[in-house]
C-alpha cells in the first residue's frame, strides 16, 4: 500500500494509495458481495479477461493485508445452511469501499492523461 500514517489511515482513504494490484483486485471483486477465497480468485481473473490469475498464497496473503488494514473483514453470512463449514467468506468495509472509490478515480484520472496525451483530442 502507499504510504500509511495510521492517525490519516482511518480517515482518509487517499492515505492508502495507490494500491497495489492485487489488492485492488480483491478489493473490486469484493464490490459484488461477501465472496469466499477461491470465488474473489475467479472474479478476479474473470474480471481481468483471464490477464490476472491469482493464486492461493498471493490472494490470502492479500486478504490477511487488507484485513489487517480494515479494508476488508470475514463475514459469518453464509449463502446457505449447506454451504462447506471451512468457507471463509470476506467482505469490504466501509473504509475498504472508500478506497476502492478512491483507487477508481485515481486510476480514472490516469487513463484520461493517458487518452490525452496520445490521442490529442479525443480524450
Request: net charge negative; aromatic share 6%; glycine share 10%.
Amino acid at each position: 500500500m502507499g504510504v500509511v500514517n495510521n492517525s490519516e489511515a482511518s480517515t482518509d482513504p487517499r492515505s492508502f494509495l495507490p494500491l497495489p494490484q492485487a489488492q485492488f483486485h480483491v478489493l473490486v471483486a469484493l464490490t459484488a458481495g461477501d465472496r469466499h477465497g477461491y470465488a474473489i480468485m475467479g472474479a478476479v481473473e474473470g474480471s481481468s479477461g483471464g490477464v490476472v490469475r491469482m493464486g492461493p498464497a498471493t490472494l490470502y496473503g492479500t486478504l490477511h493485508k487488507l484485513v489487517e488494514h480494515d479494508l476488508v473483514e470475514e463475514s459469518d453470512r453464509r449463502p446457505s445452511t449447506d454451504d462447506d463449514a471451512r468457507r471463509r467468506y470476506y467482505r469490504l468495509t466501509g473504509l475498504g469501499r472508500a478506497v476502492c472509490w478512491a483507487e477508481a478515480d485515481r486510476l480514472a484520472a490516469l487513463v484520461t492523461i493517458t487518452r490525452s496525451n496520445l490521442e490529442p483530442g479525443l480524450a
